[in-house]
């Protein structure tokens, strides 16, 4: 069975930064896309960013040109760099992964951003 855990969310200022990972276990195989996404309070799940193997990432308007996804395959991880935060980011995130047929969820870790 996949498990996603992500880790690395937290308390940061306006402007700051903050890595997220997830790491991924319970599968030898390569996952075909992994990606973030966000829950605001209120407000729907987003997609943050997303990268298939293999492809470009893509990123919601809002993360471009300064949110960077990434992969490690070999480790079987995703991150998340978040720089210039700001309130509006403040949200749960949580990693995706795509396997075959099925998607498969984290936890999240929860990013708030005090002005």
């Known amino acids: 069975q996949v498990q996603l855990v992500e880790s690395g969310g937290g308390l940061v200022q306006t402007g700051g930064s903050l890595t997220l990972s997830c790491a991924a276990s319970?599968?030898?195989?390569?996952?075909?896309?992994m990606a973030w996404y966000r829950r605001a309070p209120g407000s729907k799940r987003e997609l943050v960013a997303v990268?298939?193997?293999?492809?470009?990432?893509i990123y919601a308007d809002f993360a471009k040109g300064r949110f960077t996804i990434s992969r490690d395959n070999a480790k079987n991880m995703a991150y998340l760099q978040m720089n210039s935060l700001q309130v509006e980011d403040t949200a749960h995130y949580y990693c995706?992964?795509?396997?075959?047929?099925?998607?498969?969820w984290g936890q999240g870790t929860q990013v708030t951003v005090s002005s």
């Open positions: 319970g599968s030898h195989l390569s996952f075909n896309a």
């Open positions: 990268l298939a193997s293999g492809e470009r990432p």
């Open positions: 995706n992964a795509h396997l075959g047929w099925d998607y498969y």
